[in-house]
């Protein structure tokens, strides 16, 4: 059965300050892994996915296999990047995402 | 162009009752999506269609919930007796065959009282 577990509910950083939002996930395939966010009152949306390598609002995420992590970083945060955070794996047939149950990140002045 | 949109938002119902919910794809997605997402937790599979069959449903957490897309683009989920359980936020979302990336609907919240 695959899982993805985010032990951290809420993270809450100043202002300019590095973020990791942590990601373990167990799953017996070759895992595809994305990270979602909701801001608030708006709709979950992707913001990257491992596959693609790329940063995206600052933000990279790698797939570390020997750790079966897939943590979420990002060197200074901005307040506009509170939101809910949720990190997902997808199946091997395409057909279902497990979701993580997420992590609030507050970023204050 | 649109996204994918969520009949009701909101919608409250008594125990014992019946409800339906819709979903409109993104025009041209074969493959549709439902989760449920309860207060505290992320959200969860329920039904997977590709085009008007349902592909997997081993998300379907009993015979009480059921989902129909007759004609390969709207969808409807049901939900037969419900109860106070039963009360969540239910998400809609999209995809192109074969693509992973899902696009995601505003979601109906369902309270069952």
């Known amino acids: 059965a695959q899982r993805v577990t985010q032990p951290e509910k809420l993270l809450s950083v100043f202002k300019g300050a590095p973020v990791e939002l942590k990601c373990n996930y167990s799953?017996?395939?070759?895992?595809?892994l994305f990270w979602y966010v909701q801001y608030s009152r708006q709709r979950l949306q992707l913001l990257l996915r491992?596959?693609s390598r790329e940063s995206i609002k600052g933000f990279t995420a790698d797939l570390n296999k020997g750790e079966t992590s897939f943590h979420l970083k990002k060197p200074f945060a901005q307040e506009e990047d509170s939101a809910m955070y949720y990190c997902?794996?997808?199946?091997?047939?395409?057909?279902?995402?497990?979701f993580g149950k997420g992590t609030m990140l507050l970023v204050s002045p | 162009g649109a996204g994918v949109s969520q009949t009701p938002s909101n919608k409250v119902t008594e125990k014992g009752k019946y409800v339906e919910l819709r979903c409109d794809p993104i025009?041209?997605?074969?493959?549709l999506y439902w989760y449920r997402q309860s207060l505290g937790q992320g959200p969860e599979f329920l039904i997977y269609?590709?085009?008007?069959?349902?592909?997997?449903d081993s998300g379907l957490p009993n015979d009480r919930f059921f989902a129909v897309r007759p004609e390969g683009s709207v969808s409807t989920l049901k939900i037969q007796r419900t109860e106070r359980g039963d009360s969540a936020v239910y998400l809609c979302?999209?995809?192109?065959?074969?693509?992973?990336?899902?696009?995601f609907g505003p979601g109906t919240r369902l309270t069952v009282t």
């Open positions: 979302a999209s995809s192109l065959i074969g693509r992973a990336e899902q696009y």
């Open positions: 799953y017996s395939g070759s895992p595809e």
């Open positions: 491992h596959i």
């Open positions: 997902a794996l997808m199946n091997s047939g395409y057909s279902t995402l497990t």
């Open positions: 025009s041209g997605h074969t493959a």
């Open positions: 269609f590709q085009g008007t069959g349902a592909a997997d």
